[in-house]
C-alpha cells in the first residue's frame, strides 16, 4: 500500500542516518575515535534547544529550562579550567598590611563588603594569612579589647596558577577554607579565590545585597573614541565595537592584555599603540605593572570620492 512503502522508506531514510554520522565521524576523527561522554551530553542538548525552537511557545513536562540548560553546559566545562582562568586578578584583590590596627581592619571590612580579607607583610607577594569578619564581630559583639591582629589570623590555601578547578574545589572542602591565594611561578600573588567564584562558573554571578551595581567597562566617547577599562573582555569589545578588536593569536583575553602585546611591555600613560584593524589605543591610566584604563580611537575613513586638487 502506498502509505505503508511510503512510511518504510522513511524508516529506512532514518536508519541510514547513524550510519551517515557514523561515516562523516569517521572521516573528521578515524575510525576508532568514540565520542566522549560529555560531547554525547552536549550534542543531546544541542538537540533539545533545536527541537525547542521548532516547537517555541509550546511547554513539555519534565523539559530541562533554558537555566538548567546553560548550567549544565557550564558543568561540563568546569573540570577543563585552571585557577588561573577564574581568579580575581591580583590588582582587584582588597587586603590589609599586617600592621593595621584593629580599627582599621573594621574599616576594611565595613567598606569591602567581604567576609575575608588576606593579610600581607609588606606586599601583595607576601600574603601571611586571612581575617575572617566572624572572628572581628565577635571582638565587636562581646566588648573585649582588640586582640594584636596575628591572634586573629588564619591559614587559607596557597595554589599554583596551573591547578585545575575540581582539584582546588575538593581541597578547599576536604581543608574547610573558603579562600585560596593563587600563586605564580615566581611565587609572588598572582590573584585570589573563593568557593564562591568557582559555584559562579557554574551557576553564574551571585549578586547581594552588598555588591555594587555592575558598571560598564567601555562606554562611547566623543569623535567615535571609546573609553575602556582594560579589564575589558576582548570578546565583548569585539561584538560591541569591531570583532576585528578581538582577533589575536596571543593567548590574551583583556584589553590591557591586547596593549602589552602590541606594546611588547607594559604601556604607559600617553603610548598610542596601533592595532592592525586600524583602531589607535592610547593608554589614559597605567603604573609600572599593569594598564588599567584605554582610549580607543577609531580608524581613519579616506573619502575615496573626494576631488582632487587638480580639479578633474
Not at 68 to 90: C, I, S, W, Y
Not at 138 to 157: C, N, T
Not at 171 to 184: F, G, N, P, S, W
Amino acid at each position: 500500500m502506498p502509505d505503508d512503502q511510503g512510511s518504510s522508506n522513511r524508516s529506512e531514510e532514518d536508519s541510514s542516518r547513524p550510519g551517515l554520522l557514523s561515516g562523516l565521524r569517521h572521516l573528521l576523527f578515524g575510525g576508532d575515535k568514540e565520542p566522549s561522554l560529555r560531547e554525547q551530553i552536549e550534542e543531546v542538548i544541542d538537540e533539545a534547544e533545536e527541537e525547542g525552537d521548532d516547537r517555541r511557545g509550546s511547554h513539555i513536562v519534565g523539559d530541562l529550562s533554558p537555566i538548567e540548560r546553560k548550567m549544565l553546559r557550564n558543568l561540563l566545562h568546569f573540570g577543563e579550567q585552571t585557577v588561573d582562568d577564574v581568579a580575581v586578578p591580583r590588582a582587584d584583590i582588597i587586603a590589609i598590611p599586617e600592621s593595621a590596627s584593629f580599627a582599621e581592619v573594621v574599616a576594611s571590612f565595613a567598606e569591602a563588603g567581604h567576609s575575608r580579607l588576606p593579610v600581607y607583610r609588606e606586599n601583595l607577594d607576601e600574603v601571611v594569612g586571612m581575617i575572617h569578619v566572624k572572628d572581628v564581630f565577635a571582638v565587636l559583639a562581646e566588648g573585649r579589647s582588640p586582640p594584636p591582629l596575628l591572634d586573629l589570623i588564619r591559614q587559607p590555601l596557597y595554589v599554583p596558577q596551573s591547578m585545575g578547578v575540581l582539584d582546588l574545589l575538593a581541597e578547599m572542602r576536604a581543608k574547610r577554607t573558603h579562600l585560596a591565594i593563587v600563586i605564580d611561578e615566581y611565587s609572588g600573588t598572582e590573584g585570589l579565590l573563593t568557593i564562591e567564584d568557582l559555584v559562579e562558573e557554574i551557576v553564574g554571578e551571585i549578586e547581594d545585597e552588598h555588591d555594587d551595581e555592575p558598571t560598564a567597562l567601555f562606554a562611547p566617547g566623543e569623535g567615535g573614541c571609546w573609553e575602556a577599562d582594560a579589564r575589558a573582555e576582548l570578546d565583548d569589545v569585539g561584538e560591541a565595537i569591531d570583532p576585528r578588536l578581538a582577533e589575536i593569536d596571543e593567548d590574551v583575553d583583556t584589553l590591557g592584555g591586547l596593549a602589552a602585546v602590541l606594546a611588547g611591555h607594559v604601556p604607559q600613560v600617553g603610548e598610542i599603540l596601533q592595532h592592525p584593524s586600524g583602531w589607535r589605543i592610547e593608554i589614559t591610566e597605567a603604573d609600572e605593572r599593569r594598564v588599567h584604563r584605554l582610549r580607543l580611537h577609531p580608524p581613519v575613513v579616506v573619502d575615496l570620492e573626494a576631488p582632487s586638487e587638480t580639479g578633474d
